[in-house]
């Protein structure tokens, strides 16, 4: 996933300062980031922001997410209700490196109050530095969708 492409960002208010410095990384790397909300740490529904995100995926209009909220699973949530949409939670960079290699995620959600400001941007560039290794693993995935 490392061609220069187009990378969503979503967030609510917890997730906010975490959105912003993913948002200006992918830029500096020469990815085009889409952002999709919310603009401040005034309170906001993360629903909100997730399904822009989750829908402009479905359309390919972008490549890949990053989304932000408190836990992580409220975002979570909201974007795994859409087909094809495989949203998994990373809070360490082990754990990114294995929703993208073993799951195939293709928005990484990072649980913004528990995360370490020196492995954010870790979590980021390992998801994007990670393919999908496919056998065993696609057989599974090829059953999430009902």
């Not at 917890?14 to 980031?33: H, M, P, W």
């Not at 906001?44 to 699973?73: K, M, V, W």
């Not at 995935?141 to 009902?146: A, H």
């Amino acid at each position: 996933m490392t061609d220069k492409l187009i990378i969503g960002v979503a967030t609510d208010h917890a997730g906010y300062a975490c959105k912003e410095i993913v948002r200006k990384y992918l830029n500096r790397q020469g990815f085009s980031a889409h952002d999709f909300g919310c603009f401040s740490t005034e309170s906001a529904d993360y629903p909100d922001t997730a399904h822009p995100l989750a829908e402009a995926l479905q359309r390919h209009a972008i490549s890949a997410g990053f989304a932000f909220c408190g836990t992580g699973n409220g975002m979570a949530m909201a974007l795994n209700r859409h087909r094809g949409i495989r949203a998994g939670i990373a809070w360490t960079p082990e754990l990114s490196e294995v929703i993208r290699s073993h799951n195939n995620a293709n928005i990484c959600v990072i649980p913004a109050r528990y995360i370490e400001a020196d492995e954010l941007l870790v979590i980021v560039e390992t998801f994007l530095q990670t393919d999908f290794e496919g056998g065993r693993h696609l057989r599974r995935i090829e059953k999430i969708d009902i």
